[in-house]
C-alpha cells in the first residue's frame, strides 16, 4: 500500500481525509498531531481512538511544545514581534513548527505522501505546501478537501455514508489553542464591525482584586516568576493560568492574509502579550536607541516572514543570530499589575538600567557636562536644520 502521514487533529477536515484515503484511494494513513500546548493528555486519547476507528492504520502524537519555544517563540519574545502591533502569532507560529515535524516524521518512516486538511482559501495550505516542498520535494502532498473544493455539509454527508456518525454540529465559535496563545472565531469576526462576546472567550473573569507580579528575565528568557524558578515553557504556562483569571489578553487582530484579502480573528493571549510587554520595558532600560530602532525592524520583518510561511529561508537564522546577541544585557526584574481585563508595567530593576548611570537624568542637573559644553553641542546638533532652512526659505 502507498504510505501517507496525515496531519490530524480530530477535526471535521482531517477526519473526512482519513476516512476517504483510506477507503477510496488506497492509501496507508498514518495520522500524526502535533501538539504545540493545545492538546491535553486526555485529548491526545481520544484523538487517537477516533483516528484509529476511521482507519488509520496508525497514529502518532509529537510532543513539540518545547521545540517551539526554542525555535520559534523565544524569537518572537526577543524580537518583541506583535503582527500589526496586535498580534502575537499565536497559530501561524504553531503551523509553521507543527509542519516541520510532520515532514520529518513523514521522511522518518519512509511515507511517499504526506495529506492534510486545509482548504483553498486560508493561510495555512501556504504554509504546509512550503515547508514539505522545501524539506522534501520528492513527497507528494495530497489535500482531498482543498482539491475537491469539498463544503461542510459534503463532508458529513461522506463520513455519516460511511457509518462515522459523530457529533459535527459546528460550534458557534471555533478555538485553536496553543502555548503562545489561542484563536477565536465566530461570526463576528466575519463582519467589520460587530465584537465578539465576552462569553466567547475560553477564559472568563474569575479574579477581580489587583495584585502584582514579578516576572524575571535573563538574557531575554523568562526564567522566575515571583522569584520561583522554572524553564521559559513552564513560566509561560505558569502565568497564562494567573492572568487569565483576570481575563487579560483579549483583541481582535485585523491583517492581511498570505492570499492577499483581508482577514479578522479574535484572540486570547494574556501571557504573551504581558511577556512582550514586560521584555520590551526591560529593554527599553538596558539597550541603546539604535538597538532598539534596528530591534523594531527586524522583529517586524521576522514577524511578518514568519507569518508568510518562509521560516525556512536562510534570513530567518541570520536575524535569530542578531536578536539573540542583542540579549546580553537584557535581564532584570519587571513588576506588572494585573487587573480585570488588564495589566499595567510598573517598573523594572536591573543590573544593566542605563538609567542608573551617574552623568545625569533626564529634565535634571547633570554631573558629565557643563552648560557651555551643552550649548556647543546644541549649535552644532542644529547645524543641518539651519543650512537647509537658509537654502529652501525662499522656495516653495
Known amino acids: 500500500m502507498k504510505k501517507l502521514i496525515l496531519a490530524y487533529s480530530g477535526g471535521l477536515d482531517t477526519s473526512y481525509c482519513a476516512k476517504y484515503l483510506s477507503k477510496e484511494k488506497g492509501y496507508e494513513v498514518h495520522a500524526v498531531s502535533v501538539n504545540t500546548g493545545g492538546f491535553s493528555s486526555e485529548e491526545i486519547v481520544t484523538i487517537k481512538e477516533k483516528a484509529l476507528a476511521l482507519g488509520a492504520t496508525s497514529y502518532t502524537s509529537i510532543d513539540a511544545v518545547q521545540n517551539f519555544y526554542d525555535n520559534v517563540v523565544k524569537y518572537l519574545i526577543f524580537g518583541n514581534v506583535l503582527r500589526n502591533n496586535t498580534y502575537p502569532l499565536s497559530v501561524s507560529a504553531e503551523r509553521i513548527v507543527q509542519a516541520v515535524e510532520i515532514v520529518n516524521h513523514a521522511k522518518k518512516v519512509g511515507a511517499k505522501y504526506i495529506a492534510h ?58 478555538i485553536n489553542k496553543g502555548l503562545w496563545g489561542t484563536s477565536v472565531g465566530g461570526s463576528e469576526t466575519l463582519t467589520s464591525n460587530l465584537p465578539l462576546p465576552d462569553s466567547a472567550y475560553p477564559s472568563q473573569l474569575q479574579q477581580k482584586e489587583p495584585s502584582e507580579v514579578k516576572l524575571t528575565f535573563k538574557k531575554g528568557e523568562l526564567t522566575a516568576i515571583n522569584d520561583e524558578k522554572n524553564t521559559p515553557v513552564k513560566n509561560i504556562e505558569k502565568l497564562e493560568a494567573m492572568a487569565s483569571k483576570y481575563a487579560i489578553g483579549r483583541d481582535i487582530h485585523v491583517g492581511d492574509t498570505i492570499i492577499g484579502i483581508k482577514g479578522r480573528v479574535g484572540f486570547e493571549a494574556a501571557a504573551p502579550l504581558i511577556i512582550i510587554k514586560a521584555h520590551h520595558l526591560l529593554e527599553k532600560h538596558t539597550l541603546s536607541k539604535w538597538q532598539q530602532y534596528q530591534k523594531e525592524q527586524l522583529g517586524n520583518f521576522y514577524g511578518m516572514l514568519l507569518h508568510e510561511g518562509n521560516y525556512l529561508d536562510e534570513v530567518m537564522r541570520n536575524t535569530e543570530a542578531f536578536l539573540s546577541d542583542t540579549q546580553k544585557y537584557v535581564s532584570g526584574v519587571v513588576f506588572v499589575g494585573l487587573y480585570p481585563f488588564q495589566f499595567r508595567l510598573n517598573g523594572i530593576f536591573s543590573e544593566h538600567d542605563l538609567m542608573n548611570a551617574s552623568f545625569g537624568s533626564y529634565g535634571e542637573m547633570n554631573k558629565g557636562w557643563t552648560a557651555d559644553e551643552a550649548k556647543g553641542f546644541i549649535k552644532i546638533a542644529s547645524n543641518a536644520g539651519k543650512i537647509a532652512n537658509h537654502v529652501n526659505q525662499h522656495h516653495d
Do not use: C, H
Open 117 to 174: 486538511g486545509s482548504t483553498g482559501a486560508g493561510n495555512d495550505q501556504v504554509r504546509f505546501d512550503m515547508i514539505f516542498q522545501t524539506l522534501a520535494p520528492e513527497i507528494e502532498i495530497i489535500t482531498p478537501i482543498r482539491d475537491n473544493r469539498l463544503a461542510r455539509e459534503e463532508e458529513i454527508e461522506y463520513l455519516k455514508a460511511n457509518g462515522v456518525d459523530y457529533s459535527w454540529e459546528k460550534a458557534k465559535y471555533s
